[in-house]
């Protein structure tokens, strides 16, 4: 049921996704390259080396190695816009990095997590195929992502409109996925609490300022960088609960994680775009 429940997610999120996103950023691909960066690599290798220094519990290692091996959050979007970001290429890496996770959510979370001695013995344990988890992620995000597309191009008007019910309703799903998560591992939670709270926040934080860093460093307009620290920062970890659930049985670390991870980025993301929305950006880099 709830893979069912995320595939529609990702179906309405598909919804608002035309091949005019991907058309736009074919001649300025950019900032589109610096967004997959930052998401699919710096972000896991910044993760790599926050386990390093802290060596957090192996579930909670393996947690966070999930959370910065999945692709930006669906609410990314929305908290881009109110930061005063370029929506546009939100939308457009939201939808590029949804199609390279069919590959890359495993694989780094197979590599990274093989990296750090502790957590590559909990992979051995689970003996997870990263083959099987393709597929699945696959089903979960490729397909619905394609079929929304094309409903998408075949019938805009209704797909507008559908797509403002399904982001309530994903809203709604997103947030029983984690009282789940967090009510199956509620022993967990209440002796970790504060243990994986400044895990998260630190994680978290260096999610968004690894974004906006290397979006600086590359030259991006004010726009763009704040578009790629909040695509960075948000992470899809819905996605991460599921083949959390799906693979590993629930771990009680990975699980904890992941939920705290789904409530605090969007209390620091709507923060963040509070924060920005009130500060205007020269007109000269609205180009």
Not at 101 to 122: C, D, E, I, K, R
Request: hydrophobic share 60%; proline share 5%.
């Amino acid at each position: 049921m709830l893979n069912i429940a995320l595939a529609l997610v990702m179906f309405g999120i598909a919804l608002d996704i035309s091949l005019d996103d991907f058309r736009r950023l074919v001649k300025k691909p950019k900032p589109l390259f610096i967004g997959v960066l930052s998401q699919f690599v710096l972000l896991p290798a910044v993760t790599f080396i926050l386990v390093m220094l802290m060596e957090p519990l192996p579930s909670i290692a393996l947690g966070m190695f999930m959370v910065a091996a999945c692709p930006g959050g669906n609410i990314s979007n929305f908290i881009t816009h109110l930061a005063k970001g370029n929506t546009a290429l939100s939308v457009s890496l939201t939808a590029v990095a949804t199609l390279l996770a069919v590959v890359m959510t495993p694989l780094n979370l197979q590599l990274w997590g093989s990296f750090y001695p502790p957590t590559a013995t909990l992979l051995q344990e689970v003996a997870i195929s990263p083959f099987a988890m393709i597929k699945l992620v696959a089903l979960l995000l490729g397909l619905p992502l394609i079929l929304g597309m094309w409903i998408n191009h075949i019938c805009p008007n209704w797909a507008f409109k559908t797509a403002k019910v399904l982001k309530v309703l994903s809203l709604m799903f997103f947030v029983v996925l984690i009282f789940v998560a967090l009510y199956d591992n509620r022993d967990i939670f209440m002796e970790y609490v504060l243990y994986v709270f400044w895990i998260v926040l630190l994680h978290n934080l260096l999610a968004f300022v690894t974004g906006y860093s290397v979006a600086n460093l590359m030259g991006l307009s004010q726009r763009n960088k704040r578009t790629i620290a909040i695509e960075t920062g948000i992470q899809n970890s819905g996605l991460g609960l599921l083949l959390i659930f799906t693979f590993f049985e629930g771990i009680g670390g990975m699980a904890l994680l992941a939920a705290f991870w789904g409530i605090w980025h969007l209390v620091s993301g709507l923060t963040l775009a509070t924060l920005w929305g009130y500060r205007p950006i020269d007109k000269e880099e609205l180009v």
